[in-house]
């Protein structure tokens, strides 16, 4: 099992999507994180292992490297493009037939910032939960929101943001949002985030992981 999850991150580290891929060019004709994902799933590896113990530890590797200069934007988004088709293997076995509906949240990462490996993670998880998932994808306007809003009624919304250039984006997108629709709540999420500066720019719950967004989720339901 060990081996089959370090191979899994290693795919990740190196940018090996599949085995049609030819990068990383030694890694040719062999299995990528696509095909190595769904083995340990088939072998009995539980979705979790596989994400926390394999494909983050990969990503994980992959930041260091990038903010030591080790490598650069384009391996990162060819890792990145690795870690999201091993993501779709995970997605089915997070969700559950006996969850029932529990609303809709409309999520996106917000304008200028294309992370969205992270926001993605969320959706899952959330819409494992048992909520209804619309994901706007990145570099979503304040205005795109509103809109989907409008269509969703009594939505929550879920923004992401990995840059601090891009937190000041998430600022403008909370306000034009409760400018439209001041009883929308929002959450937010994203690494360089906190707390504190969830309340700063008036979200309603800040939450650093997906299980803390599905907690908050839960909270809305109970009061309702
Ligand atoms: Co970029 N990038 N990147 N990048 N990138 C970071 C964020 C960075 C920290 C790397 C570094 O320097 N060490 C740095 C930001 C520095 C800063 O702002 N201070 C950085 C930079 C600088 C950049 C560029 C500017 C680089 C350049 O062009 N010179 C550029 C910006 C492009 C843009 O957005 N306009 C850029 C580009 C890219 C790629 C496109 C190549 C690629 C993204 C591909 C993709 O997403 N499809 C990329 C990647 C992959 C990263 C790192 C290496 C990994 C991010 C990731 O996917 N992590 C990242 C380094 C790092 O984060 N340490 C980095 C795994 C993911 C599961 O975690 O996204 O944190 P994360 O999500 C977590 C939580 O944050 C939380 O739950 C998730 C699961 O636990 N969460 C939420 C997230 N959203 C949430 C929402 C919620 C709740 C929780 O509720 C709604």
Known sequence: MDKLLEQIANCVERGKINAKSPFPPDMKGQDGAD????????SGISPQDVLSKALMVGMMRVSEKFRDKRIFVPDVLIAAKAMSVAME???????????RHRGTIVMGTVVGDLHDIGKKLVGMVVGGAGWDVVDLGTDVSPEK????????????????????????NMERTVRQIKAAHPVTKIIVGGAPLTQSFADEIGADAY??????????????VASN
Do not use: W, Y
Not at 89 to 99: E, G, I, R
Not at 147 to 168: D, F, R, W
């Open 35 to 42: 095909e190595l994902a769904r083995k340990a799933l088939d």
């Open 207 to 220: 939450s650093p992981d997906p299980q803390g967004a599905v907690e908050f989720l839960n909270r809305i």
């Open 145 to 168: 929101f509103i809109k989907a809003i409008e269509e969703h009624p009594n939505c929550v919304v879920g923004l992401s943001s990995l840059l601090t250039t891009t937190m000041m």
């Open 89 to 99: 293997h995970l997605k089915p076995h997070f969700k559950s037939a006996a969850v």
